[in-house]
T-cell receptor, first 116, second 114 residues
Framework: AQSVAQPEDQVNVAEGNPLTVKCTYS??????LFWYVQYPNRGLQFLLK??????LVKGSYGFEAEFNKSQTSFHLKKPSALVSDSALYFC??????????????FGKGTHLIIQP | DTGVSQDPRHKITKRGQNVTFRCDPI?????LYWYRQTLGQGPEFLTY????????KSRLLSDRFSAERPKGSFSTLEIQRTEQGDSAMYLC????????????FGEGSWLTVV
């Protein structure tokens, strides 16, 4: 079975400071990893993904994420936070080896609050 | 590309009634997914289709739930004899077939059972 852990329910960051939203995963095969963002009462918007290749992945709105195989982590980062980044962030995993469920398995989400 | 479209966006129904949600995926996407999201939780996988074939169903999908994708385009999710525990947001998503392809989500359909 595959799973995702987002250890922080909420992350508070001052505007202009760097931010990190943590994610660790468990999957039996090759991990395909995704980050999505959700604004209130809206669906999920895709930010970025890691499939293979460079461990540092760049995505939308200045976000990036670093894949660390030894630590089974895929933390989301941004060098300088904006108030408009305040939202709910979800990490998700899929087994790229063809085993397990085909659908994405999501973490519980992390509320990111950027303070002016 | 108009994105994944879901209808209705909000539905309030009395316990015991049947409800149906419709999803129109991104055109030419051959995979279509249904997820359920409750407050404070991440989306949970319910089922998915490849073209018109329903290939996988989660154990969360009780026999009161049925999903169809009759012509491999739009899909419907029906909940029969609704219960208060069915109150959630139902998310539809679509993608091309390869496992590394991005899954794109719609805006969701909120269901409130009273």
């Amino acid at each position: 079975a595959q799973s995702v852990a987002q250890p922080e329910d909420q992350v508070n960051v001052a505007e202009g400071n760097p931010l990190t939203v943590k994610c660790t995963y468990s999957v039996s095969g090759n991990p395909y990893l995704f980050w999505y963002v959700q604004y209130p009462n809206r669906g999920l918007q895709f930010l970025l993904k890691y499939i293979t290749g460079d461990n540092l992945v760049k995505g939308s709105y200045g976000f990036e994420a670093e894949f660390n195989k030894s630590q089974t982590s895929f933390h989301l980062k941004k060098p300088s936070a904006l108030v408009s980044d305040s939202a709910l962030y979800f990490c998700a995993v899929r087994d790229g080896s063809g085993g397990g469920a085909d659908g994405l398995t999501f973490g519980k989400g992390t509320h990111l609050i950027i303070q002016p | 590309d108009t994105g994944v479209s879901q209808d209705p966006r909000h539905k309030i129904t009395k316990r015991g009634q049947n409800v149906t949600f419709r999803c129109d995926p991104i055109s030419e996407h051959n995979r279509l997914y249904w997820y359920r999201q409750t407050l404070g939780q991440g989306p949970e996988f319910l089922t998915y289709f490849q073209n018109e074939a329903q290939l996988e169903k989660s154990r969360l999908l009780s026999d009161r739930f049925s999903a169809e994708r009759p012509k491999g385009s739009f899909s419907t999710l029906e909940i029969q004899r609704t219960e208060q525990g069915d109150s959630a947001m139902y998310l539809c998503a679509s993608s091309f077939m390869a496992a590394g392809n991005t899954i794109y989500f719609g805006e969701g359909s909120w269901l409130t059972v009273v």
